[in-house]
């Protein structure tokens, strides 16, 4: 079982910056591979932002190509979005999530989300 819990959102004004944080919590036995974040803005379908394997190998969404940037602490089990040149558009609730592995198979877990919203 993995608990993720996010932490950093808020309001922004359009090319501000923001960072999210995400902790997991986890048994000694498990695993932690990707991790990533997505979000899902009013209407919308959840699309992912960008995701990190636990070698360092990132993936991002064309959308937030060099102004997002991801990064992992794997000591603290932790994931980290650093948002610069923030638009209008990036308005979403943003989920981290994991995939993990108990011994048992791997399985995604998602955190219970964090609001960005960019003002004008």
């Known amino acids: 079982q993995v608990q993720l819990v996010e932490s950093g959102g808020g309001l922004v004004q359009a090319g501000g910056s923001l960072r999210l944080s995400c902790a997991a919590s986890k048994s000694s036995f498990t695993d932690i591979n990707t991790m990533g974040w997505s979000r899902q803005a009013s209407g919308k379908q959840r699309e992912l932002v960008a995701r990190i394997s636990s070698i360092g190998i990132t993936d991002y969404a064309d959308s937030v190509k060099a102004r997002f940037t991801i990064s992992r602490d794997n000591a603290k089990d932790t994931v980290f979005l650093q948002m610069n040149s923030l638009k209008l558009e990036d308005t979403a609730v943003y989920y981290c999530?994991?995939?993990?592995?108990?011994?048992?198979?791997?399985?995604?877990?998602w955190g219970q989300g964090t609001q960005v919203t960019v003002s004008p």
């Open positions: 999530h994991a995939v993990a592995d108990s011994g048992f198979g791997q399985y995604d877990y």
